[in-house]
């Protein structure tokens, strides 16, 4: 349809459509939305090839915590096809020697028959402290990591831990950027997300107060007013 956005949302570790989902039904009035698969490939230079090819010529992307580590990548192989961007409660760096240890762990706990282990132990850096308490929340994202899987974890986890440093490339960045982030996102600090903002050129930076890391699921209608604002701006 002539004038709408194409859209393409990137999830998160452990994360699927309904990482979007309130925002899928939201925008869907002016956008033809994508949510890209980045369950199948062990590398973020693959997810990012695996999502172009699956993605309209010219695009609008949003990418939440590892999706936002794709989209960095895509910036790097496609900056052309990006109308816009938006980064969600992710960062630019490099995986630190504890996150990996981190990951290193949670893989040793999955490997060993207890992948219904990771959930709960992700969770309390996934949701503000206050929504540990949410059961439904709660249920849709354990329902999440449920589907992607052990597998997909496994493939998620070596891209992630294998990334490269994406700051050299934030100055370059010339398309309409919002950097969206959780005052208490614990996984991926606000400091990440104003670095990323203080970097790229012409981009704003949008704080959601009581907010962890999951913050399209956490405060829905405060991060789909923001999306909006920047399809139509």
Not at 109 to 124: E, N
Not at 148 to 171: E, H, N, T, W, Y
Not at 182 to 188: A, F, I, N, P, S
Request: contains cysteine.
């Amino acid at each position: 349809m002539p004038g709408r956005a194409n859209l393409l949302l990137l999830p998160g570790l452990l994360c699927d459509s309904r990482l979007w989902a309130a925002q899928i039904d939201a925008l869907s009035d002016i956008a033809n939305i994508t949510v890209a698969d980045l369950t199948r490939d062990e590398t973020m230079e693959a997810m990012a090839r695996r999502a172009l090819d699956n993605a309209p010529d010219l695009f609008a992307l949003a990418g939440l915590s590892m999706g936002g580590y794709a989209a960095l990548e895509i910036m790097r192989q496609a900056p052309r096809r990006v109308e816009r961007l938006a980064l969600l409660d992710t960062g630019a760096r490099a995986d630190t020697p504890e996150q990996t240890a981190r990951r290193r762990d949670l893989i040793a706990l999955a490997d060993r028959g207890q992948f219904k282990a990771v959930s709960p132990r992700l969770l309390p850096l996934f949701v503000h402290p206050a929504r540990l308490d949410d059961e439904r929340l709660v249920a849709a994202i354990q329902a999440m990591a449920g589907s992607v899987g052990k597998d997909a974890f496994l493939r998620q986890q070596k891209a992630i831990m294998d990334r490269r440093d994406s700051r050299p490339g934030l100055p370059d960045i010339r398309c309409d950027t919002v950097v969206i982030c959780g005052r208490q996102d614990v996984l991926t600090p606000l400091e990440l997300s104003e670095e990323i903002a203080a970097l790229v050129p012409s981009s704003r930076l949008i704080v959601l107060e009581k907010c962890g890391h999951l913050s399209t699921m956490e405060r829905p209608d405060e991060v789909t007013r923001a999306l909006r604002d920047w399809l139509v701006g």
